[in-house]
């Protein structure tokens, strides 16, 4: 378990105050645990697959599979025989590291044992209070008459979701420490993603993006942090005692734009000693509600994204399954650049109920209607749980992730404009009852047509069993008929 300072000294750059845990262990969580529940109503169906190209001598890329742990929530309002309520969450993740593979090994290492001790520690007595404490209440009208097994275990859910954008944060900042203090002269990048249910957490520092891909539309969830892609973290280098400037060959300026002192292309990383006075490791957070039609997640190094543009790539492999995927991927880069970097990509792939037997899923694949998939919405949570939504998915692939000094998109953001678009801690809830209740409507439409198929069948057994009784009678009838027929003949041959 890393060291719990109380509280955390920030860095001298951090946007946001740093979190304060408590000194105890208030809950458990198991990483590596076999958690998959089977039941529609609590989330999608996984499945996942890495692909990777080395440059020979570098190896700089890691990675995280993590697809089973498990959060253990004690609710006040359960009894002590029913003890903890069981959430499962997964994590990927992708780590570009450079100055050697020393930081990105040590962040593909450490990241998700610091994340659940961090999970261990989070509250916030209030917040939980109302998380535990509405009952039925925390619920809309459609959702009261679901059992009541799956009612708890979505607060238990709510709660988890509510405590990781507060966990994840200082998880960076806890593997940053590392980093810097065993390996000061490497750096990498880390995009990190968590699913709970049919909810997504993403922070990320560096430019190892992730995509989400719905169907309807390629929706970037991480940020991008290229120096020479993001005017608002150009302004907070200089504001920091830093500047912006491209490499000096012989001379002559050249490559990307990179800030100074450390001259790297990235405003914030992890590790990376000596440029740490601009270049920060506090991660953009984001945080998105999946469609109930499922999706395709894609975490990928710049290796991938250097070489081609998210929507070919997503294009390209619609109809591949996530394993097919994943290689494919890595191949379009190796084709279209040669292998000048390293490259690697995960896929997630996240099926609907009933439709995990699938190659692929259904709406990416395109077998949905565009118009039947929900939009899906960015959220930038701060690490207090206190969410703002800002735009759509689509309006933040466009401004490609450039952030203000609020970690927010500097041309979406509500509080940009001045508006007061702090939204209740608990709204999140509605996001993920809508889903929830379209999952209970897909279930209850195909519990329906299960009835009406079974209804069916037992119509058409009980009409078969009368055509087979009426061709039985009809045969005995027959028999009867031909053996007195026998019988009148035998008897007028006697009487001839």
Same mark, same amino acid.
């Given at each position: 378990?890393?060291?719990?300072?109380?509280?955390?000294?920030?860095?001298?750059?951090?946007?946001?105050?740093?979190?304060?845990?408590?000194?105890?262990?208030?809950?458990?969580?198991?990483?590596?645990?076999?958690?998959?529940?089977?039941?529609?109503?609590?989330?999608?169906?996984?499945?996942?697959?890495?692909?990777?190209?080395?440059?020979?001598?570098?190896?700089?890329?890691?990675?995280?599979?993590?697809?089973?742990?498990?959060?253990?929530?004690?609710?006040?309002?359960?009894?002590?025989?029913?003890?903890?309520?069981?959430?499962?969450?997964?994590?990927?993740?992708?780590?570009?590291g450079?100055?050697?593979?020393?930081?990105?090994?040590?962040?593909?290492?450490?990241?998700?044992?610091?994340?659940?001790?961090?999970?261990?520690k989070?509250?916030?007595?209030?917040?939980?209070a109302?998380?535990?404490?509405?009952?039925?209440? /925390?619920?809309?009208?459609?959702?009261?008459?679901?059992? %009541?097994?799956?009612?708890r275990?979505?607060?238990?859910?709510? /709660?988890l979701?509510?405590?990781?954008?507060?966990?994840?944060?200082?998880?960076?900042?806890?593997?940053?420490?590392?980093c810097?203090?065993?390996?000061?002269?490497?750096?990498?990048?880390?995009?990190?993603?968590?699913?709970?249910?049919?909810e997504?957490?993403?922070?990320?520092?560096?430019?190892?993006?992730?995509?989400?891909?719905?169907?309807?539309?390629?929706?970037?969830?991480?940020?991008?942090?290229?120096?020479?892609?993001n005017?608002?973290?150009?302004?907070r280098?200089?504001?920091?005692?830093?500047?912006? +400037?491209?490499?000096?060959?012989?001379?002559?300026?050249?490559?990307?734009?990179?800030?100074?002192?450390?001259?790297?292309?990235?405003?914030?990383?992890?590790?990376?000693?000596?440029?740490?006075?601009?270049?920060?490791?506090?991660p953009?957070?984001?945080?998105?509600?999946?469609?109930?039609?499922?999706?395709?997640?894609?975490?990928a190094?710049?290796?991938?994204?250097?070489?081609?543009?998210?929507?070919?790539?997503?294009?390209?492999?619609?109809?591949?399954?996530?394993?097919?995927?994943?290689?494919?991927?890595?191949?379009?880069?190796?084709?279209?650049?040669?292998?000048?970097?390293?490259?690697?990509?995960?896929?997630?792939?996240f099926?609907?109920?009933?439709?995990?037997?699938?190659?692929?899923?259904?709406?990416?694949?395109?077998?949905?209607?565009?118009?039947?998939?929900?939009?899906?919405?960015i959220?930038?949570?701060?690490?207090?749980?206190?969410?703002?939504?800002?735009?759509?998915?689509?309006?933040?692939?466009?401004?490609?992730?450039?952030?203000?000094?609020?970690?927010?998109?500097?041309?979406?953001?509500?509080?940009?404009?001045?508006?007061? /678009?702090a939204?209740?801690?608990?709204?999140f809830?509605?996001?993920?009852?809508?889903?929830?209740?379209?999952v209970? +409507?897909?279930?209850?439409?195909?519990?329906?047509? %299960? +009835? +009406?198929?079974?209804? /069916?069948?037992?119509?058409?057994?009980?009409?078969?069993?009368? %055509?087979?009784?009426e061709?039985?009678?009809?045969?005995?009838?027959?028999?009867?008929?031909?053996?007195?027929?026998?019988?009148?003949?035998?008897?007028?041959?006697?009487?001839?």
């Open positions: 378990s890393p060291s719990i300072p109380s509280p955390f000294t920030p860095s001298p750059t951090s946007l946001v105050p740093t979190p304060v845990f408590d000194s105890e262990d208030l809950f458990r969580v198991v990483v590596g645990a076999d958690a998959s529940s089977g039941n529609p109503l609590r989330g999608p169906v996984l499945r996942h697959s890495l692909g990777t190209h080395v440059q020979k001598g570098k190896g700089e890329d890691k990675w995280i599979e993590g697809p089973n742990n498990s959060f253990f929530y004690a609710s006040p309002s359960l009894s002590a025989s029913e003890n903890e309520i069981e959430v499962p969450f997964s994590a990927f993740a992708v780590f570009d450079h100055g050697g593979r020393q930081a990105a090994l040590l962040a593909s290492k450490r990241m998700l044992p610091i994340l659940a001790s961090f999970l261990q989070s509250r916030d007595s209030a917040k939980m109302a998380l535990t404490s509405l009952g039925d209440d /925390a619920f809309p009208e459609a959702l009261k008459t679901e059992q %009541e097994a799956d009612k275990f979505w607060v238990a859910q709510d /709660a979701i509510e405590k990781l954008p507060k966990a994840l944060y200082a998880s960076f900042l806890e593997t940053d420490r590392e810097q203090s065993k390996h000061k002269t490497s750096g990498t990048t880390a995009t990190v993603v968590v699913q709970v249910g049919w997504l957490v993403i922070a990320s520092v560096g430019d190892s993006c992730a995509y989400l891909d719905t169907g309807a539309e390629v929706i970037q969830v991480s940020g991008n942090h290229r120096v020479d892609d005017l608002p973290e150009q302004t280098i200089k504001a920091a005692g830093g500047h912006i +400037a491209q490499s000096d060959v012989d001379g002559i300026a050249a490559g990307p734009l990179r800030a100074w002192p450390g001259g790297l292309a990235m405003s914030r990383t992890l590790g990376d000693y000596e440029a740490r006075s601009v270049v920060i490791p506090d953009e957070i984001r945080q998105c509600t999946m469609p109930v039609t499922g999706g395709r997640l894609i975490i190094s710049d290796g991938l994204w250097d070489a081609q543009k998210p929507k070919q790539v997503l294009g390209t492999l619609k109809s591949k399954s996530a394993g097919e995927s994943s290689h494919k991927a890595t191949y379009l880069a190796l084709n279209a650049r040669g292998l000048v970097d390293d490259v690697t990509v995960l896929i997630v792939d099926f609907p109920w009933g439709m995990e037997k699938e190659k692929t899923v259904p709406a990416v694949r395109g077998d949905v209607l565009k118009r039947d998939i929900q939009k899906v919405l959220w930038y949570p701060n690490v207090n749980g206190v969410t703002e939504e800002v735009a759509s998915g689509s309006s933040i692939y466009m401004n490609n992730g450039n952030s203000n000094n609020n970690g927010n998109p500097a041309s979406t953001s509500k509080s940009a404009q001045g508006n007061n /678009a939204t209740s801690p608990l709204l809830r509605e996001r993920l009852n809508e889903r929830r209740m379209a209970c +409507a897909t279930i209850n439409e195909q519990r329906a047509k %299960e +009835a +009406a198929a079974v209804a /069916a069948a037992a119509e058409a057994e009980r009409r078969a069993a009368i %055509e087979a009784e061709r039985r009678l009809a045969e005995e009838a027959a028999l009867r008929a031909e053996q007195e027929e026998r019988e009148r003949e035998e008897r007028e041959r006697e009487r001839e």
